[in-house]
């Protein structure tokens, strides 16, 4: 727990490999004699691999979402193809029926006659031309989505600056500037008055936890200077399939970091 | 296609694509061949993919000798098959035990570290970012303070650094926190 800036960096390149002769021995003979310090040393290298595992896990999590977009297209063309079927069967049965009972427009050998056929085939081009247009367009739909989910949680909270003093609740602010929103929230919730800044961070801390509704309705509300509250509620509205209230500024992105503005380009005309 | 450049540059989206295009040969084969269950087949091919992707990433993996289909092939045939049955020995919890095996497959002394390595994931992914980001970019892709610095946007390298301290010493209180619970 005596764990100092320096003592990280030490035992860093201990881990790295970057030690060596006096350094190295000095660093080994204080692991030799100092239980703590050892056990630090442990703890240090179990991070490294938590950590590579962390990075591991996340990239099987992204090639389940690619699985399961597949997996929606796939089934879509499943779709496709019974409407397809059906149209198919639709226009035999329609051309069967009209060889069984329609009275004039067979020819007497009791054939349909070719401009029938035009005509059915020309109505199932019509019926899969639309199904097929209407699906395309659920389908992009369904991928803008998903994309914009990605935008809002690929990215740490997209806050350029992070500072454990602002604001009138430095508790909260502290759990903030280390990523623990839920934490933040907690102290977030309990205080009675909120200056607009920190009010901003509850949101972005409620946006990161998966209260939407609840962020979005505190950056409705909130009229504030030096923050990027407009990309946000921007992000929450394309995400709701809503209209963006306030395209000028979500597109604007005057105080947008260089990731933000990638995201803000993909839903903005030049 | 220059498959490795591309997981260098732009990591996810050619991840994504090389799943997307190879999918269909290496679950093909799990299914038909390997008599694998497709859902575990898919498993075993995300497991894969993230296998060549930590290759690429540590530097193991600097050129193809083979296409990469026969690569791929390669770990879905023999690495992540196995690495599958063994996991399937062992009742876990975890999200991703063919990962997690993996995983433990390089570490020496693994006993003394298993339990201290699953909490410290346990207590990593809690933290969430930009912790886990930030750390993820020292450890994993061993960048300087000065380019997490730009990535992450922040004012300068010693903020970056301080942080770094600052979520070091919040994953030591997890670990507390984890031991007395156990305890």
Redesign the interface.
């Known amino acids: 727990?005596k764990?100092t800036?320096q003592d990280?960096d030490l035992i860093d390149a201990y881990l790295a490999g970057e030690l060596s002769g006096e350094d190295l021995l000095a660093f080994e003979l204080r692991m030799a004699g100092d239980v703590e310090f050892a056990d630090e040393v442990?703890?240090?290298?179990?991070?490294?691999?938590?950590?590579?595992?962390?990075?591991?896990?996340?990239?099987?999590r992204?090639?389940?979402q690619?699985?399961s977009r597949?997996s929606i297209v796939d089934g879509g063309i499943d779709v496709d193809k019974t409407s397809m079927d059906h149209g198919l069967s639709t226009m035999d049965s329609e051309s069967k029926d009209s060889v069984d009972h329609g009275p004039s427009t067979m020819d007497s050998k009791g054939k349909v006659p070719g401009l029938w056929k035009v005509l059915a085939v020309a109505a199932s081009i019509g019926v899969i031309g639309f199904v097929g247009s209407w699906w395309m367009g659920e389908m992009e739909e369904k991928s803008q989505y998903l994309a914009l989910e990605e935008d809002i949680f690929a990215?740490?909270?997209l806050i350029?600056?992070?500072s454990t003093g602002e604001g009138g609740n430095p508790e909260a602010m502290q759990f903030y500037?280390?990523?623990?929103?839920g934490e933040a929230l907690k102290y977030f919730n309990q205080a009675e008055e909120l200056d607009g800044p920190t009010s901003f961070y509850k949101a972005i801390s409620l946006l990161?936890s998966g209260e939407i509704e609840d962020a979005y309705l505190i950056l409705k509300v909130l009229n504030l200077d030096g923050f990027p509250s407009d990309f946000y509620k921007g992000i929450i509205e394309l995400n709701s399939n809503i209209d963006v209230q306030n395209m000028s500024q979500f597109c604007k992105c005057d105080l947008c970091?260089?990731?933000m503005l990638a995201i803000s380009k993909k839903y903005c005309s030049d | 296609m220059d498959w490795i450049t591309e997981i260098k540059t732009d990591e996810n989206a050619a991840l994504r694509q090389l799943y997307a295009s190879y999918k269909g040969d290496c679950i093909g084969w799990l299914t038909s061949k390997g008599n694998v269950q497709l859902v575990d087949a898919k498993e075993i091919f995300q497991t894969a993919v993230v296998i060549l992707y930590d290759n690429v990433m540590s530097g193991k993996l600097t050129e193809l000798n083979s296409n990469i289909k026969s690569y791929l092939i390669g770990i879905c045939k023999n690495k992540a098959y196995e690495l599958f049955r063994a996991q399937k020995k062992t009742s876990t919890t975890d999200e991703f035990p063919t990962v997690r095996s993996y995983i433990m497959e390089g570490v020496e002394e693994k006993q003394a570290l298993e339990g201290r390595i699953d909490a410290l994931t346990a207590a990593l992914n809690k933290l969430g970012d930009p912790c886990r980001l930030l750390l993820q970019l020292f450890y994993y892709k061993k960048m300087s303070m000065d380019e997490i610095t730009a990535q992450m946007a922040y004012k300068n390298a010693s903020t970056t650094k301080n942080l770094k301290y600052k979520c070091i010493k919040r994953l030591q209180l997890a670990m507390v926190g984890h031991k007395q619970e156990k305890g």
């Open positions: 727990m764990l800036e990280i442990g703890m240090m290298e179990a991070l490294r691999v938590g950590v590579k595992r962390s990075v591991l896990e996340d990239k099987m992204l090639l389940k690619v699985d597949q990215y740490p909270d350029t600056e992070r500037s280390l990523g623990d929103y990161k970091t260089e990731e």
